[in-house]
């Protein structure tokens, strides 16, 4: 009896337990906030912070390239004369292909037609004419993607890039790494 009591205990308390750890992903994104943390080093260095939202291609109802943004500011917070510092955009794409994103560990660097990838482009102004930007072609990282919903995507990153010479000197090449709280942005949402 003293066992079937005590087991009916336990048996209770994880059910509570259970019950009050579990999170609803949508209750989740809704108390997130969007949001993007980056460190540059190498020829390049810096620490950025600002938002995170994505915007989706459909075709026919498939989606067939998704495109991170990390940025300064909010698109719709910005105006028209503002010249950001720094941008990153993160595209998922698959050479046209219907593909479905979820979470996982992604390659970033040169698109592929058999499997999805991720190419990247950081743009970072020295000054309010000269824009230095940098690529992955021919580079390579990883992107890991932790949490995906129609609305919603959190992702840690690392990937090298390179800004190649444009024949004044040689070729630059940094290290991204950081992680980001997207929320979709646009008609496709």
Same mark, same amino acid.
């Given at each position: ?12 308390? /994880? ?5 009050? %750890?579990?999170?609803? &992903? ?14 540059? /080093?190498?020829?390049? #260095? ?15 109802? $498939?989606?067939?390239?998704? &495109?991170? @943004?990390?940025? #300064? ?26 593909? /479905? ?15 999805? %990838? ?13 824009? $230095?930007?940098? $690529? /992955? ?9 932790? &949490? ?24 630059? @090449? ?6 980001? $709280? ?8």
């Amino acid at each position: 009896m003293y066992k079937l009591g005590l087991v009916s205990v336990l048996f209770s308390l /994880t059910i509570f337990l259970s019950c009050s %750890n579990s999170t609803d &992903s949508d209750e989740s994104e809704e108390s997130a906030v969007a949001s993007s943390t980056f460190t540059v /080093t190498g020829d390049l #260095e810096a620490k950025q912070e600002g938002i995170a939202y994505f915007t989706e291609l459909n075709n026919d109802g $498939n989606l067939v390239r998704v &495109s991170i @943004h990390l940025v #300064e500011t909010h698109p719709q917070d910005r105006d028209e004369n503002t010249e950001s510092d720094y941008s990153l955009i993160l595209v998922a794409d698959m050479s046209g292909e219907p593909f /479905t994103l979820s979470t996982g560990t992604y390659e970033i660097g040169k698109l592929s037609d058999e499997e999805l %990838n991720f190419t990247a482009v950081y743009t970072h102004r020295i000054s309010g004419s000269q824009v $230095n930007g940098y $690529n /992955t072609e021919d580079q390579s990282g990883t992107i890991t993607i932790t &949490s995906v919903s129609d609305n919603w995507i959190e992702a840690t990153f690392s990937f090298a890039a390179i800004n190649y010479d444009d024949g004044h000197g040689e070729d630059e @090449h940094i290290s991204i790494s950081g992680e980001f $709280n997207a929320e979709c942005f646009g008609f496709s949402c």
